[in-house]
C-alpha cells in the first residue's frame, strides 16, 4: 500500500514570495490534514478535510494561508505572501474517518523563509 | 481548549526501560494517542488508548488513567534505533491535539 506523497520535499523562497505544497493520501482515507511543524514543537493541525469539505480550519491563517481539495483526493496547501516565521515543516497527513486517532503522515515540505 | 504535558528530554540506557510520561487537559476526551518522530521523519503512530488500562505492542506499551488525565509510554529493551522523539496526542470534541514532544536519547 502506498503511503502519503508530499511534494516538494524542500522550499526554499523569499519573504512575501508565494509556495504550494502538494499531498496525495493513501488511497480510500477520506480524511485529510495539513499540519504546521516548527522545530521542537509538535505537529499543529492547520485544516482537516472530510472529503472535499472542510471540517476544522481554525488555526489557518487564512489572511495568508489557503487550501483546497477540489476532488476530495489530494490537496494543495498555498502561502501567499509567506513571512519568516512560516519557516516550518509542513505535514500531511490521512485517515480512515472515524479513526482520526491513528493518522498516517507524509514526509513532509521542509519551507524556508529567507 | 486542550493543553498537553511531556518531558522535553529523557535519557536511557541500551537495554534499559523507559518511561515517558504525558498528562493532558481537554475537553469532550476520546482517547489518547502515542507517536513516533526521528529526526527528519515523519510521525509515525504508535499506540492508542481510549479506555483505562495498559496496552501491549510488542517492546512498547501505552497506559492510560482517565481519572487521573495521564498516559505512558513504556518502551522495553531499548535498542539504539529508539533514538526519537515521542508525542502524546489528545482526540476529542476537536481534532488531534499534539504535545511538544519527549526526545529521547539511548546511549550505549
Known amino acids: 500500500e502506498a503511503g502519503v506523497a508530499q511534494s516538494p520535499r524542500y522550499k526554499i523562497i523569499e519573504k512575501r514570495q508565494s509556495v504550494a505544497f502538494w499531498c496525495n493520501p493513501i488511497?480510500?482515507?477520506?480524511?485529510l490534514y495539513w499540519y504546521q511543524q516548527i522545530l521542537g514543537q509538535g505537529p499543529k493541525l492547520l485544516i482537516q478535510?472530510?472529503?472535499?469539505?472542510?471540517?476544522?480550519d481554525s488555526q489557518l491563517p487564512k489572511d495568508r494561508f489557503s487550501a483546497e481539495r477540489l476532488k476530495g483526493v489530494d490537496s494543495t496547501l498555498k502561502i501567499q505572501p509567506a513571512k519568516l516565521e512560516d519557516s516550518a515543516v509542513y505535514l500531511c497527513a490521512s485517515s480512515v474517518p472515524g479513526q482520526g486517532e491513528t493518522q498516517y503522515f507524509g514526509p513532509g515540505t521542509r519551507l524556508l523563509v529567507l | 481548549g486542550q493543553s498537553l504535558e511531556q518531558p522535553s528530554e529523557v535519557t536511557a540506557v541500551e537495554g534499559a526501560i523507559v518511561q515517558i510520561n504525558c498528562t493532558y487537559q481537554t475537553s469532550g476526551f476520546y482517547g489518547l494517542s502515542w507517536y513516533q518522530q526521528h529526526d527528519g521523519g515523519a510521525p509515525t503512530f504508535l499506540s492508542y488508548?481510549?479506555?483505562?488500562g495498559l496496552e501491549e505492542t510488542g517492546r512498547f506499551s501505552s497506559f492510560l488513567s482517565r481519572s487521573d488525565s495521564y498516559g505512558y509510554l513504556l518502551l522495553q529493551e531499548l535498542q539504539m534505533k529508539d533514538s526519537a522523539s515521542y508525542f502524546c496526542a489528545v482526540s476529542g470534541n476537536t481534532p488531534l491535539v499534539f504535545g511538544k514532544g519527549t526526545r529521547l536519547s539511548v546511549i550505549a
Open positions: 488511497s480510500g482515507h477520506a480524511t
Open positions: 488508548n481510549a479506555l483505562d
Open positions: 478535510f472530510q472529503n472535499n469539505g472542510v471540517v476544522d
